[in-house]
C-alpha cells in the first residue's frame, strides 16, 4: 500500500491537466449541444453518437482534399446541422416519437460516415497540416479551444435572448402555451435540434484535429459523456450560486462540468487503476461529485434532524 | 365575429369508444358578445373551445373569425385572433422564464420572430403598469420565474398574456376550476373587467351554473355535443338554477344529474 | 456534511486499495513500480503521504536516461496503450514486455500499461498521460492508439505494433518502410498473396468468394481490398459482407454463406470476437472458411497462414531495446513484418467439412 502511494507522483498529476482541460474545452462544445436540446428544448437527442462523428469526418476528408481548416469546420457545422434537420423532420413531419427519430438518424449517419471517409479510419497528421489544435501543443490547444468556448457562448446567450430564442426556450418548457401564442413549434424544435447538431459536429471536427485522427465509432457514448458533463455543471452551479441565475453562467458551467470530467478520468489513469476498471472508477468519482451538495443540503435539514430536534423537545 | 356552421367532430371513429363529440353545431356570436357555455361531462363544451381555437382540425363545417375562414389553419396560425386562458394554471405560461419574458411572447402573438431583442425597455415599462392594473403585487416582481407563483396568480397572468394585444375572440375554458373560492372569485371579476374595458368577445366555458348566470350576457347550454339552450338579453338577466334546470329538462327530455353542476 | 463526504470517500478509496491490491498480487507489471519506489522509499523516511519525497526520487530516474546516470542504473519508463481487450492484442503486448525483461531486467523498466477500452477518444488521454509523465518510449497497440500517440508527441519514440499498413494509419505518401518521424514497429500483415494461393490450393473449384469483416476497422478494410484484386486476378469473383458490429455478425454471415463458396475473414477485431456465432453459421452450411489469422482460425476457419502476434510483440520489444540502450533511431527503423508464418488448419472443422489439408499444413493445437 506504502508502495503504492508512494509510486504516485504528483507533478505528473499537474503535467498532464493541460491535456485534460484541453480536451475537456472541446467535449465542452458537445457538453453546450446537449444542454440545447436536453435541457432547453426538453428533448433527448441521441443523433449526437453520430453527428460527432460526422463532424469529425467531414472536416478531415476536406483538410486532407486541401480545404483550408476554417472553411472545413464550417463544412463540419452545417453538416452537423443537415444531421439534426433530418431528426427533425422524422419528428415533426413523419410523427415519430423523438428519440427514436434521433436513434434512426444516428443509425443512418454510421453509413453516410463511412461514405464519407471512405474507411473507418482516416488520419490528419499535424505535421502535414495546418490545425487548429492538436495534442501535441496542448497550451496552445487550451488556447484555441478557450476561445472557441467564449465565442461560443457569447452567441447562444444573445441568441436566446432574442425572440427566436425566447419562442424556442417557451417550446421546450410548454409547447401549449407556446401554441397558444402563434409560436410554430416544429419550427423551433427544428431549429434548436439543427443548432445543436451543428455544435456537435463542430465538437467532433476539433476532436479529430486534437487527436489526429477521424474514427468511425469516435462518437460512441458520446451523448453520455455530454449528459455527465450537463449535469455535473448543472448540480455545481446550482450548489455554488443559488440565487444568480445568469444564463451565459449556466452555460460557462456546463463546460467547466465537461472540464471536470476529463480531469477525473485524468485522475483515474494517474492513480494507475488496473486498466479495466478505469470506467468504474470514473463513475464513482462522478458519483461523488454529484453526491456532495445534495448530502450538503441533507445535512442541513433532513428527517434525522428533525427527529432528534424534535425527540429533544420531548425530553 | 365567430361563426360556427354545422361543425362535427368525432373522436376514435370505427373503434367501441367512438364518440360524437360536436354533431352539426350552429354557432354565430356578434361583437361584443359574453357567452356562458354550461353543461354536464361530456357535453361537448371544451371539444367547441377546442374546436374553435383549433387544436385539431373539425370533421366537417365551417369556422369563421371576424369574417375570416379559419376551419384549415392550425392552432398556431389562429393564434393571432384569438386569446386563451387554459384551465391547468401550468400550461398557460412558461415555468421557466421570467414574468416579463411570458409577457414579451406574448405581446408578439402572430407577429414574425426574429432576431431583435426579446423585449425593449418601452416594453417593460408598458407590461409594469399593465401588471399593476392586476393589482395582485406582480408588477414589483417581473424578473421572477413563473415557475414560483400561485395558480391564482398565473391564471392571471395568462389572462394579462391572452388580452395584452387584443384578441378578436378571448377563449376562456373553465379557468377557474383549478383555483380556490377566493382566488376562482377574483380572476373572475378580472376576466369580467378585462372583458368589459376592452370592449372583447368571448366565449366561456364553466361547469358553475352560478357563474354562468351571473357573468356575461348570452348563455349557452349543451348536451350531446348539440347546443339546446340559447337565452340572452333580458330573458338571461332574470334566470334562476332552476329555471335553468326546467328548462333542460323541457328540451332535452331528461333531468340534468351532474352532482358539479347541480351543487355549484 | 462532513461525516457523510468522508465516509463516501472512505469507500471510495477502500474499493480502489482492494482493487490495487489485488491488481499488484497479479500483474507483473505492477510489481515493477513496487521495487524501484522501494528504493526511493527507503531513502525518504516519510510515510504514504510523501509523494513529493518520492517523486523526486523517481523524476530524477525517468528524466536522466541519457544524462548523468549511468546505464546500469537506469530505470525506463515505458507507456503501453492498447486499443481494446482481445486475445491478439494482448499476446502481442506480453511479447514487448517479455523481450524487454529479458533484455533489460526486470528491475530496469517499468511499465505503465493503459487499455482504451475501445474508445478511440481515450487512446488520447492516455497519450497525453505517458507525454506529461516523460516516458522514455510509446508502445501503441493498433491503428488509434498509433495514430494518438504520433498526434501527441513528435520526440518521444512510438513503437507500434498489431498494425496492418502504416501508411495508412499516419496518411503517409509514397511510405517505403521507414516514416522519418519518430514512428516505427511492427505490422501484422501476413503476406496475402500467400493466403490468396492457400484458399486457391484448399478449394481449386470455388468460384465465388465472400470477404466477410467489420467495416469500423480499417486494418481489415485494407486486406480486404488487396486480397481482392489477387484473387479477382485470379479469375475469381469476389463479395465483400461487412457487419457494423457485434450485433449483425449473424445476419450478415448468413447472407455471405449463402452467396459464396468459400470464405476469407481478415484479422479482424470483431470477427475474432466472434467466431463462435461464425462457426454456428457457417459449417452447418458447409461453407469453409480461411483466416487471416490462428486466433479466428480455431474459433470457426478451416485453415490459416498464420502469424504470432506474441511474436511480432517481441520483436516490437526488440526494436525498442535498440532504440533505448543502443541509442538507435527510429526515424530509420524500417518497419519489421512476422518473422515467420506457418500454415495452419483447424483439424475439427476440416473434419466437419470433410477437408483433407496437404501435409505442410500444422494442425492448430487445441487449447
Known amino acids: 500500500m506504502l508502495q503504492y502511494f508512494a509510486s504516485l507522483n504528483f507533478l505528473t498529476l499537474v503535467k498532464v491537466l493541460p491535456g485534460d482541460i484541453a480536451q475537456g474545452l472541446i467535449w465542452g462544445i458537445l457538453a453546450l449541444g446537449v444542454f440545447i436540446t436536453y435541457k432547453i428544448l426538453d428533448f433527448a437527442d441521441l443523433t449526437v453518437d453520430g453527428s460527432f462523428a460526422t463532424g469529425g469526418a467531414v472536416t478531415v476528408m476536406l483538410i486532407l482534399a486541401g480545404v483550408p481548416t476554417p472553411v472545413a469546420l464550417l463544412a463540419a457545422v452545417l453538416a452537423g446541422c443537415l444531421a439534426g434537420l433530418v431528426t427533425a423532420l422524422l419528428h415533426t413531419m413523419l410523427g415519430i416519437p423523438g428519440i427514436l427519430a434521433s436513434i434512426l438518424t444516428q443509425i443512418a449517419l454510421f453509413s453516410i460516415n463511412l461514405n464519407i471517409m471512405g474507411k473507418a479510419n482516416q488520419a490528419v497528421s499535424v505535421d502535414q497540416y495546418r490545425l487548429v489544435l492538436s495534442s501535441r501543443f496542448n497550451p496552445q490547444a487550451i488556447l484555441s479551444g478557450a476561445v472557441f468556448v467564449v465565442l461560443i457562448i457569447a452567441a447562444l446567450y444573445w441568441y436566446f435572448g432574442t425572440e427566436q430564442g425566447c419562442a424556442i426556450r417557451a417550446t421546450g418548457c410548454t409547447p401549449s402555451m407556446a401554441k397558444a401564442q402563434g409560436i410554430n413549434i416544429n419550427t423551433m424544435k427544428i431549429l434548436a435540434l439543427s443548432l445543436s447538431n451543428g455544435l456537435v459536429a463542430l465538437s467532433g471536427g476539433l476532436t479529430a484535429q486534437y487527436q489526429g485522427f477521424s474514427d468511425i465509432n469516435m462518437g460512441r457514448g458520446a451523448i453520455v459523456i455530454g449528459l455527465a458533463a450537463v449535469i455535473i455543471g448543472d448540480v455545481l452551479f446550482s450548489a455554488i450560486l443559488k440565487k444568480r441565475q445568469n444564463f451565459a453562467v449556466r452555460l460557462c458551467f456546463v463546460v467547466i462540468g465537461s472540464i471536470l470530467y476529463y480531469i477525473v478520468i485524468g485522475i483515474v489513469l494517474w492513480l494507475k487503476m488496473p486498466t479495466n476498471d478505469m470506467k468504474l472508477f470514473t463513475a464513482i468519482i462522478v458519483a461523488i461529485f454529484l453526491a456532495v451538495p445534495y448530502l450538503k443540503e441533507r445535512s442541513r435539514s433532513s428527517f434525522t434532524r428533525a427527529a432528534k430536534n424534535g425527540g429533544k423537545q420531548n425530553a | ?264 | ?367
Request: glycine share 8%; with cysteine; hydrophobic share 40%.
Open chain 3, 1 to 367: 456534511m462532513k461525516k457523510s463526504v468522508c465516509l463516501l470517500l472512505a469507500l471510495a478509496l477502500m474499493i480502489t486499495m482492494t482493487a490495487c491490491v489485488g491488481g499488484t498480487a497479479a500483474g507483473s507489471s505492477a510489481s515493477a513500480p513496487s521495487t524501484a519506489s522501494a528504493q526511493s522509499a527507503s531513502a525518504s523516511s516519510a510515510a504514504s503521504a510523501s509523494a513529493a519525497a518520492s517523486s523526486s526520487g523517481s523524476a530524477s530516474a525517468s528524466a536522466s536516461t541519457s544524462a548523468s546516470a549511468s546505464a546500469s542504473d537506469t530505470v525506463y519508463h515505458i507507456g503501453i496503450c492498447q486499443l481494446v481487450q482481445h486475445v491478439a492484442l494482448d499476446a502481442a503486448t506480453k511479447g514487448f514486455k517479455e523481450a524487454l525483461i529479458a533484455k533489460l531486467g526486470e528491475d530496469k523498466v517499468v511499465f505503465d500499461e493503459q487499455n482504451a477500452q475501445g474508445d478511440s477518444a481515450t487512446c488520447a488521454t492516455i497519450c497525453n498521460q505517458f507525454v506529461a509523465d516523460n516516458d522514455d518510449l510509446i508502445l501503441a497497440n493498433a491503428t488509434p492508439a498509433l495514430q494518438a500517440a504520433a498526434s501527441a508527441t513528435s520526440t518521444i519514440p512510438i513503437i507500434g505494433t498489431s498494425i496492418t499498413d502504416y501508411a495508412t494509419a499516419l496518411g503517409l505518401k509514397d511510405f517505403s518502410g521507414t516514416t522519418g518521424t519518430n514512428v516505427s514497429g511492427t505490422s501484422d500483415l501476413a503476406p496475402l498473396n500467400d493466403q490468396a494461393s492457400m484458399l486457391e490450393e484448399l478449394f481449386p473449384d470455388a468460384k465465388t468468394v465472400g470477404i466477410l469483416f467489420c467495416s469500423a476497422e480499417p486494418n481489415s478494410y485494407y486486406q480486404a481490398t488487396v486480397i481482392e484484386g489477387i484473387l479477382q486476378g485470379d479469375g475469381l469473383t469476389c463479395k465483400e459482407y461487412t457487419f457494423t458490429d457485434s450485433n449483425d455478425v449473424s445476419s450478415v454471415t448468413t447472407t455471405a454463406c449463402a452467396e459464396s463458396d468459400v470464405l476469407y475473414i481478415p484479422t479482424d477485431n470483431t470477427a475474432a470476437s466472434n467466431t463462435e456465432v461464425i462457426k454456428n453459421i457457417a459449417v452447418p452450411a458447409g461453407k469453409p472458411i480461411i483466416c487471416g489469422e490462428e486466433g479466428i482460425c480455431s474459433g470457426c476457419g478451416v485453415a490459416t497462414l498464420s502469424i504470432n502476434y506474441y511474436d511480432i510483440g517481441y520483436a516490437a520489444g526488440e526494436m525498442a531495446y535498440d532504440i533505448l540502450v543502443n541509442g538507435a533511431d527510429v526515424s530509420t527503423m524500417a518497419i519489421q513484418y512476422a518473422p515467420k508464418v506457418t500454415k495452419e488448419y483447424n483439424a475439427d472443422i476440416c473434419k466437419e467439412l470433410n477437408i483433407t489439408v496437404p501435409s505442410d499444413y500444422t494442425a492448430i493445437a487445441a487449447n
Open chain 2, 1 to 264: 365575429m365567430l361563426d360556427l356552421n354545422n361543425v362535427c367532430k368525432a373522436f376514435n371513429v370505427g373503434t367501441v369508444n367512438e364518440k360524437c363529440a360536436l354533431s352539426s353545431v350552429d354557432l354565430h356570436l356578434e361583437d361584443g358578445d359574453f357567452v356562458t357555455v354550461i353543461g354536464s361531462n361530456g357535453a361537448g363544451k371544451s371539444t367547441l373551445l377546442n374546436a374553435v381555437a383549433g387544436t385539431w382540425p373539425v370533421d366537417s363545417g365551417s369556422i369563421l373569425i371576424d369574417g375570416q375562414n379559419v376551419t384549415g389553419l392550425p392552432d398556431y396560425q389562429r393564434a393571432s385572433l384569438l386569446g386563451r386562458v387554459f384551465q391547468d394554471p401550468m400550461i398557460g405560461t412558461a415555468a421557466n422564464m421570467m414574468i416579463e419574458e411570458n409577457l414579451a411572447l406574448a405581446a408578439r402573438r402572430g407577429k414574425r420572430r426574429g432576431l431583435r431583442w426579446q423585449i425593449t425597455p418601452a416594453e417593460r415599462e408598458q407590461f409594469h403598469e399593465r401588471l399593476k392594473e392586476l393589482g395582485l403585487g406582480l408588477e414589483d416582481r417581473m424578473s421572477v420565474k413563473v415557475g414560483l407563483l400561485s395558480g391564482g396568480q398565473r391564471q392571471a397572468l395568462t389572462l394579462l398574456m391572452a388580452t395584452l394585444r387584443r384578441p378578436k375572440l378571448l377563449l376562456l375554458d373553465e379557468h377557474t376550476a383549478a383555483l380556490d373560492p377566493t382566488t376562482a372569485a377574483k380572476v373572475l371579476e378580472l376576466s369580467d373587467r378585462v372583458i368589459a374595458e376592452n370592449k372583447l368577445t368571448a366565449l366561456m366555458v364553466t361547469h358553475n351554473m352560478k357563474d354562468a348566470i351571473r357573468h356575461g350576457n348570452r348563455l349557452i347550454m349543451m348536451n350531446d355535443g348539440k347546443i339546446i339552450l340559447d337565452i340572452s338579453g333580458e330573458e338571461k338577466k332574470q334566470l334562476t338554477k332552476a329555471d335553468l334546470l326546467q328548462k333542460f329538462a323541457e328540451v332535452s327530455g331528461n333531468t340534468l344529474e351532474n352532482d358539479r353542476v347541480l351543487l355549484s
